[in-house]
């Protein structure tokens, strides 16, 4: 082990001064790295022109790969770098990879005709592509040996100390998490360029890279106070080929006619010592504990994916806030970092007062269990929101809704019901009708004949029917067959003048809006929004051309039919195709609340646990064997999402809540037939050991030759 000038380890209220470097390096870290991953899904959207399906598959990959990295930075560390070394080495990695990132998203820097769009958009992908997979290399390969290395600074007799440390370094991760997933997407808003102004993707993915680039700094800052233990040699192999001979040892000697022995593993004393098996039964003792950890990582990253699809389907004003969808996750970063100090300084002390023996396993299997809770927390705010959902058409169904942008009453009438419309109005929602069913519709007004209407009506879809005269309409199928997305509200707009008009929304345009005729929806945020309407004749040019729409909330969808006042000037008359979000995002908080709590007693102390249960030459291994559990619930969640057939949302939350709860009594028992170990005492033992065979063996060789002389 490599130490300071001193052996004595500066410290600063019991602490090693040095795990102060290692804090600001994490939370500088994680950061650069949640704050470059908030944007991501937008950037592929957005700037590089991928669908949903395409960004989100890209998006999980990089993530997975995030997580299954740690196992070839556990093994660079422990085998041959030695954690500090591989820390600074991937770190610089990290830091490419982040810069790569930001380069990508220049639109500058292919836009040669400077039109303001990427003239080679393969070049952007090739850098974005290759900027996250350093990022994934970096960012996994240091995980497992950060929280490694930092608890490595501390002497025996300093676990209160270590156990606090590790709270502390979790509370890093979280504030940085916390901060940059509200800085990094308010710097992607602001416009810049040099030709053209956009989206400053640039300037938010720059600054994730500059506090890389900060962190990487901090822990070279910090290096001569740390303690650095050296690599012993190529631990992973060394592992790997005991288990094979143990397993292949046992294998030959099955016959009952040799006797069994104690462990499993005791197979392979005929080739190996006694201190590599003693450490591989402890490193394969908790890895067998690891098996249903994962579960619970398939409920806790669902807080990105299905939580935030929930809260598309809720109303954002809580209080005087207004709160985005996406921004609800800000709620567990929030709660970590009020609810870590909590439990280390209040509920931990209070539960140790009463007696009870709080292990770290038995905090573990709390930790799922309250995850589970939350998820059927989420099923039942799932229930609310299901019974304020609109109805939209079976496989076999279509849903009409007729809209008159006439001057005068119209008489509409379906199979089994006839509805009569005013001008300028709509029916009383959409009528659902059974395909095969619809067997006529037809149109008349007083004094006019009837005018059947011939369409081939989609099924499974909504359409609204255009009358304007007798003998004059139009069906238009809806393109909206679910909530929008993420909170946003949908506007389309229905020119009833007889002339092609351009239409622009806040930032976005309706080009070329026909006679009596629909545009396709588009989607907003929040809020009013100004509407300029551009006509070359019908429009006097005295008329004000900018209108004003009505204030946008969560979740709608609205139709504004364009029409004119007795003056000639536009007018615009809003009809509702769906109706706002009701229930509020504040129903959220419980369930967040609980898979918060949950994270808190089951991966603070999943991180200590698998620092302290571990043999001083894998504990980088184990801490990546810690973070592989991530990498398979995700997993988990795909294949479920893939494969999943629920009807019903609460249904599928329902589902991974059970799953949850069984893997969490099957832990539970587990948890009852592990004993802890404490490997510095073994590994001690074992110094003892050699060292007094070592003496033997000395004496014997001094002895030996005096004898001889005298002989």
């Known amino acids: 082990m490599e130490k300071t000038d001193s052996d004595e380890m500066q410290g600063c209220f019991g602490y090693p001064l040095s795990i102060f470097f290692i804090v600001v390096n994490e939370f500088c870290e994680r950061f650069s790295y949640y704050g470059m991953r908030a944007l991501l899904i937008l950037y ?119 156990n606090r440390f590790f709270s502390i370094f979790y509370l890093a991760i979280n504030a940085g998490s916390l901060i940059s997933t509200i800085v990094t997407p308010m710097l992607r808003v602001h416009e810049c360029g040099i030709y053209s102004q956009k989206a400053c993707y640039p300037l938010a993915f720059g600054v994730p890279a500059a506090l890389m680039a900060v962190s990487l700094i901090v822990f070279v800052i910090g290096s001569g106070m740390y303690k650095k233990f050296q690599p012993q040699g190529n631990v992973m192999g060394k592992v790997v080929k005991c288990i094979g001979f143990a397993l292949k040892n046992r294998f030959r000697h099955r016959s009952k006619q040799f006797p ?83 439990m280390d300084a209040v509920v931990y002390p209070l539960i140790a007062k009463c007696g009870f023996n709080f292990t770290s396993l038995k905090r573990m299997t709390v930790g799922m269990f309250l995850a589970s809770m939350a998820f059927v927390m989420a099923a039942i705010v799932q229930l609310e929101i299901d019974k304020t959902l609109p109805v939209f058409p079976k496989q076999n169904e279509v849903q009409i809704k007729v809209l008159n942008i006439g001057n005068g009453a119209m008489n509409v009438s379906f199979p089994g019901t006839v509805v009569t419309v005013s001008q300028m109005s709509q029916s009383d929602g959409f009528m659902t009708f059974d395909v095969d069913k619809l067997t006529s519709i037809n149109i008349s007004s007083t004094g006019s004949s009837v005018i059947p209407v011939t369409y081939n009506f989609e099924q499974g879809h909504r359409h609204t029917l255009l009358v304007w005269a007798p003998n004059n309409y139009r069906v238009v199928k809806d393109g909206l067959n679910q909530k929008p997305e993420k909170g946003e509200n949908g506007i389309r707009f229905i020119n009833s003048l007889n002339e092609s008009l351009n239409i622009t ?85 419980p369930q967040y609340f ?75 028992i587990m948890a009852r037939f592990y004993t802890y170990v404490n490997p510095a005492e073994i590994e001690a033992q074992f110094d003892d050991d050699e060292k007094k065979n070592l003496e033997k063996m000395n004496v014997y060789s001094t002895v030996t030759p005096v004898s001889q002389t005298q002989m």
């Open 44 to 162: 592929f959207r957005r700037f590089i022109g991928w669908d949903d399906n395409l960004s989100t598959a890209i998006y999980h990959t990089f993530v997975a790969l995030c997580y299954l990295t740690p196992i070839l930075g556990a093994l660079i560390a422990d085998s041959w770098l030695g954690k500090f070394k591989t820390i600074v080495s991937l770190s610089i990695v990290y830091t490419i990879g982040q810069a790569v990132t930001a380069v990508s998203s220049i639109n500058d820097l292919t836009d040669f005709n400077k039109d303001g769009t990427p003239d080679n958009l393969s070049v952007h992908v090739a850098l974005s592509m290759i900027g996250l997979a350093l990022i994934a290399l970096g960012t996994g390969g240091i995980k497992p040996c950060v929280s490694a290395f930092g608890g490595d600074q501390f002497e025996e007799g300093q676990e209160k100390q270590r």
């Open 260 to 342: 069994k022995r104690e462990h499993w593993l005791d197979w392979a004393k005929e080739k190996y010592d006694e201190r590599l098996i003693s450490q591989i039964k402890m490193v394969t003792k908790v890895m067998f504990l690891y098996i249903p950890l994962p579960m619970f990582w398939a409920l806790f990253d669902q807080q990105g994916s299905r939580w935030t699809l929930q809260a598309t389907a809720m109303s954002g004003k809580i209080g005087l806030l207004e709160v985005q969808p996406d921004q609800m996750q800000t709620v567990n970063a929030i709660l970590i970092v009020v609810m870590v100090p909590i």
């Open 594 to 668: 609980l898979i918060t709590c949950g994270e808190v007693v089951f991966s603070v102390t999943g991180l200590e646990f698998s620092y302290s249960q571990a043999p001083s030459n894998m504990k980088s291994v184990l801490q990546a064997g810690w973070l592989l559990t991530v990498a398979v619930g995700n997993i988990i969640v795909l294949i479920v999402a893939g494969a999943g057939q629920f009807s019903e949302q609460w249904a599928e939350y329902i589902l991974f809540a059970a799953l949850l709860l069984v893997v969490c009594v099957i832990f539970a």
């Open 505 to 589: 929304m806040g930032d976005k345009v309706y080009v070329n809006v026909t006679s009596h005729n629909a545009s396709e929806y588009q989607f907003f945020s929040l809020g009013t929004k100004n509407i300029t309407i551009s006509a070359t004749q019908q429009i006097s040019q005295n008329c004000t051309k900018v209108l004003q729409s009505s204030n946008l909330e969560f979740g709608s969808a609205y139709t504004y039919v364009i029409g004119t006042q007795s003056t000639g000037c536009p007018e615009l008359h809003m009809f509702e195709d769906i109706s706002p979000n009701t229930v509020n995002m504040a129903l959220q908080i």
